[in-house]
């Protein structure tokens, strides 16, 4: 058996972090996860638990496929809970394939920094045991250097989803951004059209009252205001 830990630390806050995890595959650091599916899901006193099948291609080498089996596709079960209240998110995950053979443990805590509130801290710890077939301890640091580099390739993924989902984030706040002016500048072209328009409309009602009240002295009333079209000039219609 042998046991490999690490510690890592993002430069973003838990809740970044903790949202990125669930969409994080496929990415293009690490391609040996092939697809992932949920298995169950429910929230239990405010702490969301999850299960699910992760599907993976271990690309081993032609002489270990020989002595546990050639499979291409892989497969383990992932535990998970994230508790928002107390913000913190944990992963256990255990091999389903080759388990007569090999097994491989993993526990993965996420935390905000205990002295950067606005980073993550993530720990991580596996163990590997390999038995039934030779060279077991040479087997085992194999899988132990496979482990640490698919983690370095799934920090360089994390840090790519949350790259990525922050800029979405971005374009989003800004088309939003860019909806809100349009709505504005609609606004004002309304309040300002209106702003002409009843002035106008009060202008033209005053001007037919005062009409109005002169027909009245001189003995006539009309009900309506006379209208001229443009191409009518009372004076050559006299002539």
């Known amino acids: 058996m042998k046991i490999w830990t690490s510690e890592h630390v993002f430069n973003y806050n838990w809740e970044s972090v903790s949202g990125g995890q669930w969409q994080k595959y496929p990415n293009p650091h690490n391609q040996a996860v092939i697809g992932t599916d949920v298995v169950d899901r429910r929230v ?11 599907s993976s291609d271990w690309r081993l080498a032609e002489w270990v496929q020989k002595l546990i089996g050639a499979n291409k596709v892989c497969y383990a079960h992932e535990y998970s809970t994230v508790d928002p209240k107390n913000r913190v998110m944990t992963m256990q995950s255990k091999n389903l394939s080759f388990c007569n053979f090999v097994t491989m443990e993993e526990n993965m805590t996420y935390r905000p920094h205990p002295e950067e509130s606005d980073k993550t801290l993530m720990r991580q710890e596996t163990i590997v045991t390999v038995q039934g077939v030779p060279l077991t301890s040479y087997m085992e ?6 482990v640490s580099n698919n983690s370095n390739k799934g920090k360089a993924a994390m840090e790519w989803i949350v790259d990525k989902l922050g800029e979405e984030c ?15 500048i609609l606004d004002l072209k309304s309040n300002v059209a209106e702003s002409l328009i009843q002035p106008a409309k009060q202008s033209i009602e ?10 009245k002295q001189l003995g006539t009333s009309i009900s309506k205001p006379v209208m001229l079209k443009a191409e009518e000039n009372p004076s050559s219609k006299s002539l």
């Open 44 to 54: 239990v006193d405010g702490v969301l638990h999850s299960s699910r099948i992760i």
């Open 141 to 146: 640091s194999i899988i132990v250097n496979t």
């Open 170 to 184: 971005s374009a989003l706040s800004i088309s939003s951004s860019l909806e809100r002016v349009k709505n504005e």
């Open 206 to 215: 005053d001007l037919q009252d005062r009409i109005q009240g002169d027909l």
